[in-house]
């Protein structure tokens, strides 16, 4: 039973700290995506990559968010320095991706539920 | 810009009630439309989808038709349970793009 992973479910951390979220899409999947979810503003499209590049993060904020793909297996979303505001839920996605441009089904991790403080 | 609009919730049906969505949207060219269903502290999960004009999405009892004249695809089930409470996101996916546009999302309440 093939499934998006994310890890760590939850974190609370004080203001100003770092943060690292990490995503393990499903084997073969070559498009991944990092979501955040408020109630204010719903769910949010922060980043996607194909192939491990990045083809869109206008969605994050530059200074202090940054999204890498170091492996296939392995995508990771960093906050630094963390603020309040941040506090959402995060999820990773991961699907694959056409060479049409086709929609293709999105497989949602369970999210990492941050709380700055 | 593509963008998806829902009906504002909470919607609270008594089980078996029958239950309606609204979502409508706005896209250049030809979308594909997807319904996704959100449990409580838990990601979403994609309960149905259509890809083209007047194709009908259906899984779990629940139905969604792609209607390209009105811009819609509501989500429709016959008779709900208990165990449909949850939140409910419309959203789309336009040509040539890999991320998906999603509604604001509709809570939905079943009480027994």
């Known amino acids: 039973d093939a499934r998006v992973t994310q890890t760590p479910r939850h974190k609370v951390t004080e203001m100003g700290q770092e943060v690292t979220m990490r995503c393990q899409p499903i084997?073969?999947?070559?498009?991944v995506f990092w979501y955040r979810q408020t109630m204010m503003q719903g769910l949010e499209l922060l980043a996607y990559?194909?192939?491990?590049?990045?083809?869109?993060d206008s969605g994050m904020p530059k200074d202090r968010f940054s999204a890498e793909m170091p492996d296939a297996t392995l995508a990771t979303l960093k906050i630094q320095p963390s603020e309040p505001r941040d506090s959402a839920v995060y999820f990773c996605?991961?699907?694959?991706?056409?060479?049409?441009?086709?929609?293709?089904?999105?497989?949602f991790g369970p999210g990492t539920r941050l709380t700055v403080l | 810009g593509d963008s998806v609009t829902q009906m504002e919730g909470p919607v609270t049906l008594s089980e078996e009630a029958f239950l309606t969505i609204n979502c409508t949207y706005t896209?250049?060219?030809?979308?594909?439309l997807f319904w996704y269903v959100q449990y409580p502290g838990e990601g979403l999960q994609l309960l149905l989808k259509?890809?083209?004009?007047?194709d009908k999405g259906s899984n779990k009892g629940f139905e969604a038709t792609y209607r390209k004249e009105t811009t819609s695809f509501h989500l429709e089930k016959g008779s709900v349970q208990v165990s449909d409470s949850a939140v409910y996101f419309c959203?789309?996916?336009?040509?040539?793009?890999?991320?998906?546009?999603f509604g604001s999302g509709t809570r939905l309440q079943v009480q027994p």
């Open positions: 259509a890809t083209k004009a007047d």
């Open positions: 084997l073969g999947h070559n498009t």
């Open positions: 990559f194909r192939n491990r590049a990045p083809l869109d």
């Open positions: 896209a250049t060219g030809y979308p594909s």
């Open positions: 996605a991961s699907g694959e991706g056409t060479v049409d441009g086709g929609a293709r089904e999105q497989f």
């Open positions: 959203a789309l996916s336009a040509a040539g793009r890999r991320a998906l546009t």
